[in-house]
């Protein structure tokens, strides 16, 4: 059966879902020696970069699963993975699930005080560990045991003893991913069988293949819902995908894309700034079609940087011709959300920017709120952005309360503050929490305020907004991070006043360059606007 058939066959086959599309594709008459996954680490002897065919991927996964088995692992059970590699991660994810297990995502980076705490809090049945976090989680108390002393042991399974897959409901939970954590211990989010496949279901097997995706690089963080999303994308579509370990290392990532030539790279919005810090024209770029965001929008600088790179077929009257320069699909997404609700492509010929998600996806309803009233508001103010989208995550994992209070007439609440134009487009200006009210009906949006310094100054790399009450007025400062070869010594204070409202910009009292090695970052390696904020007010009083 062919490619456009193996789509059309899932795409209408309603027991299809995120916990079984390897098994699915089999069933279907997929080629066994057909596209699986490539990762950046050797893996049950097969080497870094070196394909695994769907045989072969479903080989290693019964050799998971018979292993698990027999160790008592049953369907409904959750088991959390903390490991480094990708290839450990998915392998163990599909062994998991072919039981009908509950495989819940750890980010690597997270510190092993939080790691153990937040294990605990699963209240599962074991951890899956690699050696560096084993030792990370020595010394605490997480209620549960190693299932294995090496990581490696899981692929010595014998997979002729692997028991029949488990059938899926499609609310069944198939995966725990977690928030960033970047103000509190990371949350737990469920992921059901149908929530994290219907924006596959609906918008790649129902539509035409997309240029760009025939050899999916993938720099998403792995622990992520996206990281599931991308792996079932690719399999759907029989497309060749690579899954890379590391996203936050621009060097990494360009020494990937030349050694794999991808024609399609997926990440979050900290890859492509990471990009940004190299001159991409002396790097071999003209495989890459198709550069894929999601989570974060992402900031326009940026995003010029990598359609000026990279090459794509184009219609013309001669036929199809490749031309320099790239796409970009843009939108917002989250953990919650299970898939971007919003989508744009920016060109190198196109030009709406200023934080312009685009338009919502046929599978989602997307209302700006008034909270206080429910009410819709009005087009061109600022609401808050609720969803209901069958992408979305049935809850919070053992948290009730979470689970409910982000929910509004039947909207999820995402914390996210956008407004839309007459035209039908969605801007994002900021987080909720990140927000300043200046009074008199104005607010400081900090994110936007990002956005046009970085849109305006070119030294600028990055940047974060602090604000803070000063003897009962509302001042700002500006720390700003700056590419290489960037004077740190200049006064930017002025270039980064003319970014500022009238109003915000009566509140700004200081520019303050901040090195490299002063940034916060998260898990997943975006900056912890949040922590640099508390850390500049704290040594604000401190003075």
Known sequence: MGAMSIRAALAAD???????????????????????????????????????????????????????????????????????????LFLNFLGLTWLGAIPAFMNPNIPGDIAAEYIRRLKGVGVLADAAHRERLAGHDFGVPFLAVDISDTG???????????????????????????????TGVVHSHSSLFAATRRIRLNGPKAQGTDRIMSALPAPH?????????????????????????????????????????????????????????????????LWFNTGDCAHEPHIRHLVAAGSRDVV?????????GSHFVDGLGSTEMGHSAFHITHRPDTNRYGRCV????????????????????????VGHFGLKAPTLAPGYWNDSVQTYRN????????????????EGYFYHVDR????????????LYTAMTEERILRTIPEVHDCTVVSADADGQVVTDILLNLHTGAD?????????????????????????????????????????KFLMRQRHLAEMVAS
Request: aromatic share 6%; glycine share 10%; hydrophobic share 40%.
């Open 14 to 88: 309603p027991e299809v879902g995120a916990g079984n599309v390897m098994h699915k594709l089999i069933e279907h008459g997929a080629p066994l020696d057909g596209p699986g996954v490539a990762f950046d680490t050797d893996v049950d002897g097969i080497p870094a970069f070196q394909e695994l065919t769907l045989g072969q991927l479903r080989e290693r996964a019964a050799a998971r699963a018979a292993w698990l088995y027999e160790r008592g692992i049953r369907s409904r059970d959750p088991v959390a993975i903390y490991v480094s590699s990708a290839a450990d």
């Open 156 to 186: 010595t399974g014998d997979p002729a003893k692997a028991p029949t897959p488990y059938k899926h409901h499609g609310d069944d939970p198939i995966a725990i991913t977690h928030s960033s954590g970047t103000t509190r211990m990371p």
């Open 225 to 289: 819902a996206a990281g599931i999303m991308t792996l079932n994308h690719a399999l759907s579509n029989r497309s060749q995908l690579l899954f890379l370990s590391q996203q936050n290392d621009g060097a990494a990532v360009i020494a990937a894309i030349e050694r794999w030539k991808p024609t399609g790279v997926f990440g979050f919005a900290v890859t492509w700034a990471e990009l940004a810090r190299f001159d991409l024209s002396k790097h071999e770029m003209d495989s890459v079609a």
């Open 316 to 324: 013309t009257r001669e036929g199809i011709k490749r031309q320099p």
């Open 358 to 381: 685009g338009v919502p996806h046929v599978f989602a309803e997307v209302a700006l709120l008034d909270v206080k009233t429910g009410k819709e508001v009005p087009v061109g103010e």
């Open 407 to 422: 929910r509004l007439g039947g909207y999820y609440l995402t914390g996210d503050l956008l407004y839309r134009d007459e």
């Open 432 to 443: 909720a929490v990140d927000a300043i009210d200046l009074g008199n009906g104005n607010f």
């Open 488 to 528: 740190p010594s200049a006064d930017y204070t002025e270039a980064v006043r003319a970014c500022l409202t009238e109003a915000a910009a009566a509140t700004l009292r200081q520019v303050i360059v901040v090195p490299d090695d002063r940034l916060i970052l998260g898990p997943t390696g975006k900056v912890r």
